[in-house]
């Protein structure tokens, strides 16, 4: 067991004076369980119940009045119905009972001193079109992958995570910070994966873990199909996914396929539904709002990083590494940054963003950008001098302001830079591990710009 970011977030939201149930969403196997366990422990009262049980599941199914839904449950529990009672209500697998996600609204309308949450994955994909959405009646927050500063936790660095969040971080910090990163990027956020590795510090251990979660998710599949094509190309989207991680991808032929683009685009979609992959469409702008262009070819983030280094057979290079900007032809790091980038990030609409300029002369590509304070600041995720970061120098060029930065395996600077027209800029350089840390890190950056 260790403590997940999101538990945070969770005590905001249940202090709400005007509080609605929450639906945490989030794939299967990243810990939504334990986290409301682990939340639960605040509460005088806690009922769980688990809709793949046929008898937690009935008194949703007979439901007539809130009322004796509510009194059946706390009776089934063997709790105490009273409003002196601090109580929280966690419905856990909720796909399997559609119609339990619309009764979540009568909790808001009827019972809102009863603290409500529940679970599930493909909730967009498994429920019957006459279900609705009880729109504006509950909130969602996303649970992910464990972050860099949650695995330190869970193997129990505390000095590490101490100097982690700290501004700006110590020099003698970064060779042990840089190899415990190495780590985390060799292995993942995989909350099983994180917890064997804590207990056992033996990599050999995790093999049967990753077939097992990769087999779970293809296992799944026909949960998410509704005929035998469907669950071919969904199967194979899966595996193709894993290959193809941090490369922009076209749905016709997907993964070496003979699959028309119709057929890629709704199995990957349906990955997206299920929080196992997010299509990124770049954005062509270098100005707020973010307006990604779906008609441009996607960039494919999946669930987690440790899983491709799995699939793909690249742990040995990570393991061999100074700099993991070497590994994979740069894709396993930048996938990683994408997956801390969205890991703090608990809202449904959370999603990363890249830049592209494509011109028949040239093209350009920034690895991501980042929204800070009316600015969109463009992300590299590169090592080498400044002057390699050619399509960093032409985003500023265009940019309304002097802001970038660089997430590489060297240590904290400042450094002046001019883009192709004569534009002066500053490039704030970032240890990989800090990615984390971005925002309180932009805001020390601008500080240091407007000091001079």
Same mark, same amino acid.
């Given at each position: 067991?260790?403590?997940?970011?999101?538990?945070?977030?969770?005590?905001?939201?249940?202090? !709400?004076?005007?509080?609605?149930?929450?639906?945490?969403?989030?794939?299967?196997?990243?810990?939504?369980?334990?986290?409301?366990?682990?939340?639960?422990?605040?509460?005088?009262?806690?009922?769980?119940?688990?809709?793949?049980?046929?008898?937690?599941?009935?008194?949703?199914?007979?439901?007539?009045?809130?009322?004796?839904?509510?009194?059946?449950?706390?009776?089934?529990?063997?709790?105490?119905?009273?409003?002196?009672?601090?109580?929280? %209500?966690?419905?856990?697998?909720?796909?399997?009972?559609?119609?339990?996600?619309?009764?979540?609204?009568?909790?808001?309308?009827?019972?809102?001193?009863?603290?409500? %949450?529940?679970?599930?994955?493909?909730?967009?994909?498994?429920?019957?079109?006459?279900?609705?959405?009880?729109?504006?009646?509950?909130?969602?927050?996303?649970?992910?992958?464990?972050?860099?500063?949650?695995?330190?936790?869970?193997?129990?660095?505390?000095?590490?995570?101490?100097?982690?969040?700290?501004?700006?971080?110590?020099?003698?910090?970064?060779?042990?910070?840089?190899?415990?990163?190495?780590?985390?990027?060799?292995?993942?956020?995989?909350?099983?994966?994180?917890?064997?590795?804590?207990?056992?510090?033996?990599?050999?251990?995790?093999?049967?873990?990753?077939?097992?979660? %990769?087999?779970?998710?293809?296992?799944?599949?026909?949960?998410?199909?509704s005929t035998e094509s469907q669950i071919q190309h969904i199967r194979h989207a899966i595996r193709a996914s894993f290959s193809q991680a941090g490369r922009r991808i076209k749905f016709e032929g997907f993964g070496n396929s003979s699959y028309r683009s119709r057929d890629m685009g709704e199995a990957?979609?349906?990955?997206?539904?299920?929080?196992? %992959?997010?299509?990124?469409?770049?954005?062509?702008?270098?100005?707020?709002?973010?307006?990604?262009?779906?008609?441009?070819?996607?960039?494919?983030?999946?669930?987690?990083?440790?899983?491709?280094?799995?699939?793909?057979?690249?742990?040995?290079?990570?393991?061999?590494?100074?700099?993991?900007?070497?590994?994979?032809?740069?894709?396993?790091?930048?996938?990683?940054?994408?997956?801390?980038?969205?890991?703090?990030?608990?809202?449904?609409?959370?999603?990363?963003?890249?830049?592209?300029?494509?011109?028949?002369?040239?093209?350009?590509?920034?690895?991501?950008?980042?929204?800070?304070?009316?600015?969109?600041?463009?992300?590299?995720? !590169?090592?080498?001098?400044?002057?390699?970061?050619?399509?960093?120098?032409?985003?500023?060029?265009?940019?309304?302001?002097?802001?970038?930065?660089?997430?590489?395996?060297?240590?904290?600077?400042?450094?002046?830079?001019?883009?192709?027209?004569?534009?002066?800029?500053?490039?704030?350089?970032?240890?990989?591990?800090?990615?984390?840390?971005?925002?309180?890190?932009?805001?020390?950056?601008?500080?240091?710009?407007?000091?001079?």
């Open positions: 067991m260790f403590s997940r970011n999101i538990i945070a977030e969770l005590h905001l939201w249940v202090s !709400k004076s005007d509080r609605k149930p929450l639906v945490l969403r989030g794939a299967r196997q990243v810990g939504k369980t334990t986290v409301i366990n682990q939340f639960a422990e605040r509460f005088e009262q806690y009922i769980y119940l688990n809709l793949e049980l046929p008898n937690d599941r009935r008194p949703f199914e007979q439901f007539n009045t809130i009322e004796t839904l509510v009194q059946t449950l706390f009776f089934v529990k063997n709790k105490v119905l009273s409003k002196k009672k601090n109580t929280l %209500i966690f419905i856990d697998e909720i796909q399997e009972l559609p119609e339990a996600l619309n009764i979540l609204r009568y909790f808001y309308e009827s019972e809102p001193n009863i603290a409500v %949450i529940a679970a599930g994955s493909m909730l967009e994909t498994l429920f019957d079109k006459n279900i609705s959405f009880p729109v504006g009646r509950v909130e969602y927050k996303v649970l992910r992958p464990a972050s860099f500063p949650e695995f330190l936790e869970a193997i129990n660095e505390t000095e590490a995570l101490k100097y982690l969040q700290s501004m700006p971080l110590p020099s003698f910090t970064h060779p042990k910070l840089l190899q415990l990163f190495h780590t985390y990027a060799l292995i993942g956020g995989m909350p099983e994966i994180v917890r064997n590795y804590s207990e056992n510090k033996d990599l050999t251990t995790l093999k049967p873990i990753y077939d097992s979660l %990769i087999m779970g998710y293809l296992d799944d599949v026909e949960k998410y199909a990957l979609r349906t990955l997206e539904n299920a929080l196992l %992959i997010q299509l990124i469409y770049p954005c062509t702008d270098v100005h707020l709002p973010l307006l990604p262009d779906r008609r441009k070819s996607p960039r494919l983030q999946i669930l987690d990083t440790g899983m491709l280094n799995y699939f793909a057979g690249i742990q040995k290079e990570i393991l061999g590494t100074a700099d993991l900007n070497k590994v994979y032809q740069g894709t396993l790091i930048e996938h990683l940054v994408g997956q801390e980038l969205l890991a703090f990030q608990f809202n449904a609409l959370s999603s990363l963003n890249f830049w592209i300029r494509e011109k028949q002369s040239s093209t350009a590509e920034i690895d991501y950008v980042w929204a800070f304070e009316g600015k969109l600041v463009p992300v590299e995720v !590169k090592s080498g001098s400044e002057g390699k970061l050619k399509s960093l120098h032409l985003y500023m060029d265009m940019a309304p302001h002097n802001m970038a930065l660089r997430f590489y395996a060297g240590e904290i600077s400042i450094t002046d830079a001019i883009s192709p027209g004569g534009k002066p800029f500053k490039l704030l350089n970032l240890p990989y591990y800090l990615v984390s840390q971005i925002e309180p890190y932009l805001k020390w950056f601008q500080e240091q710009i407007d000091r001079g």
